[in-house]
């Protein structure tokens, strides 16, 4: 099971980040690829597609194994370590797999 995220860096209050995930074949094909982000002391939170600002979006692209974060007007509350995790069923129980996550910085 591997994921890989990128697309992170340093951006301006007001601007756009895309953040991609990409896994190999056999994650993309059995686990669910998920979007977390964790800010500087906070626990680590879903971006669940059902709770998330209208300015968050999540797609994904099957032809590159990829699961698309789009972030826009962002904010400086935005600043946080974005990670990608897999989770996949194995011998009848969930396992989490994480990337090693991309630094979004939002500077006003």
């Known amino acids: 099971v591997q994921v890989m995220e990128s697309g992170g860096g340093s951006a301006q209050a007001g601007g756009s980040l895309k953040l991609s995930c990409v896994a190999n074949?056999?994650?993309?094909?059995?686990?669910?690829l998920e979007w977390y982000r964790q800010a500087p002391g906070q626990a680590r939170k879903l971006l669940s597609v059902?709770?998330?600002?209208?300015r968050f979006s999540i797609s994904h692209d099957d032809a590159k194994r990829t699961r698309i974060l789009q972030i826009n007007d962002l904010k400086t509350d935005d600043t946080a370590m974005y990670y990608c995790?897999?989770?996949?069923?194995?011998?009848?129980?969930?396992?989490?797999?994480w990337g090693q996550g991309t630094q979004v910085t939002v500077s006003s």
């Open positions: 074949e056999y994650t993309y094909r059995v686990c669910g």
């Open positions: 059902d709770s998330m600002e209208a």
């Open positions: 995790a897999a989770k996949c069923w194995e011998s009848g129980h969930l396992k989490t797999y």
